[in-house]
């Protein structure tokens, strides 16, 4: 059974009595980055990255590898949409937008059944409404403006009433960037280059594939069958700039990221409310605060958005903006085993911050205790260090490494993960919840009868439990 929650992670400084993928002869938070940046790149077959992690606005690691340099300029896919609910919250700040108010207010033309929906239902892609974008069908034909694309959608349902559910949806942010439009008169390119790029001094940022200067730009890869291949880029309408086609840097996101970590774009008392998730009917959380990525890393809350699996940004902080923080920016062209991105910066935050991002650190270690030697003694080794650090007992253990292993699945296969399962098993034999993701592991990976003998001990061990 699935279980992605982590508690209970705080001062686990213990963790380094367990020899360490990435040490090195000097143990410095660049030392160790650099360490990593190679250890990812041959784990997951990257093509080529970038990274900047910052503390404090202290530049902690700027490096790159593989085919791509510190400068060059990366597609950066839905991270252009923090640029977007950036000027949405300068608007709502000035009071010259209502976040709670219907965007048609605001946005002329928009489908009749979308009149009602609310500015923070697009932005935090609880509005419903139908996409634009079809996955299978990435190159389009898409229609030629912005009205075409809206009459197109006029008369498809919407896919649930609005404010229900967080459905991920880019015809959300097309709403949004016509609202800028409306309100600025002027098109959306130039409002972001007067906005944003040119008042933060951006040299490196790009709306549309075609204003990247050629000797910058790098190849996008994908990966196929564990190989590398050339990804074709998708030729988007200039509609939807708002939520895609934005090319730029690790220096320049460092810098964007910044300034809203300082309150020169949005003023931190307003950022304080934005960056609050709103609750659903059903009484769970939406997945975003006013469209950006909101969440806790031990005692970090953090902020920042993905751009699929090739590029993340977080902005991590404690208690406020006026605290302790980080900024970590981590940006691919594609890996061979198309690595979440969530990893990647994750692999970041254990480099450079071990004792301040615990939870990222385990993680880390149980990867690379997956893809090491498998033999008795190195289980062994492992369940040994895991019983002697202090800082995990328990449930609080269970989960950590269980959560740990559906990572693992995902990013390198079944069969590192049942190596972190098998692990779980042997530290909580009386966990009904450790053989059954042990047996899910076997499922996936088509032993049916081990797998059906292992989800009847997690039945039993269940049933006693009661």
């Known amino acids: 059974m699935e279980q992605r929650h982590r508690s209970g992670l705080t001062l686990l400084a213990a963790l380094l009595l367990f020899p360490v993928a990435h040490a090195t002869s000097t143990d410095t938070p660049a030392a160790r980055m ?34 791509a340099s510190v400068d060059s300029v990366f597609e950066m896919y839905s991270v252009a949409k923090l640029f977007t609910n950036t000027l949405v919250m300068q608007l709502i700040e000035q009071g010259d937008v209502e976040v709670d108010q219907p965007a048609s207010r605001y946005v002329p033309d928009l489908p009749a059944s979308w009149k009602a929906i609310t500015v923070r239902n697009f932005l935090d892609h609880t509005s419903g409404i139908p996409d634009y974008f079809d996955k299978d069908h990435p190159s389009g034909p898409y ?14 349902p919407l896919q649930f009433p609005p404010g229900t559910q967080t459905r991920y949806t880019q015809a959300n942010y097309v709403v949004l960037a016509a609202l800028l439009e409306a309100h600025y008169g002027k098109p959306y390119p130039q409002i972001v280059a007067e906005r944003i790029v040119r008042r933060l001094g951006l ?24 190989k590398l291949q050339r990804d074709p880029p998708i030729v988007w309408p200039l509609y939807g700039y708002g939520h895609a086609s934005l090319f730029s840097t690790v220096d320049d996101l460092r ?25 659903l009917p059903n009484g769970r959380t939406g997945d975003f605060a006013t469209g950006w990525e909101y969440g806790n890393s031990d005692l970090y809350w953090n902020v920042g958005h993905d751009g699929g699996t090739k590029v993340r940004v977080r902005l991590l902080f404690r208690g406020d903006l006026g605290g302790d923080r980080y900024t970590v920016i981590y940006v691919t062209s594609g890996s061979a085993k198309n690595v979440w991105s969530r990893v990647l910066v994750d692999s970041a935050m254990a480099a450079v911050a071990p004792d301040d991002f615990p939870a990222e650190a385990l993680q880390e270690r149980l ?15 492992m369940e040994r260090f895991l019983g002697k650090q202090s800082a995990l007992k328990g449930k609080d253990l269970e989960r950590a490494v269980n959560a740990s292993g559906y990572t693992i699945c995902e990013n390198l296969g079944v069969d590192a993960c049942i190596r972190v399962f098998i692990l779980n098993t042997h530290l909580f034999a009386q966990s009904s919840n450790a053989w059954d993701s042990l047996a899910e592991a076997y499922q996936k990976k088509g032993d049916r009868e081990k797998a059906q003998s292992l989800y009847d001990k ?4 269940a049933a006693g439990q009661q």
Request: proline letters at 3%; a positive charge.
């Open 143 to 156: 229609p030629p403006t912005v009205k075409a694309m809206f009459a197109a959608l006029a008369d498809k």
């Open 34 to 67: 650099a360490e990593q940046l190679k250890i990812n790149q041959q784990r997951y077959g990257i093509a080529g990255q970038a990274v900047i992690v910052t503390h404090n606005d202290e530049v902690l690691f700027r490096g790159a590898s593989g085919s």
């Open 367 to 381: 990867i690379a205790f997956a893809t090491g030697p498998s033999t008795d003694s190195t289980m062994a080794a």
């Open 255 to 279: 810098v964007f990221l910044g300034a809203m970590a300082r309150g020169e774009l949005v003023d931190k008392v307003t950022l304080s409310k934005l960056w609050q998730k709103s609750t």
């Open 458 to 461: 997690a039945h039993r061990l």
């Open 203 to 226: 040299r490196g940022t790009f709306l549309g594939a075609s204003a990247v200067p050629a000797d910058r730009a790098v190849t996008e890869y994908i990966g196929k069958n564990g």
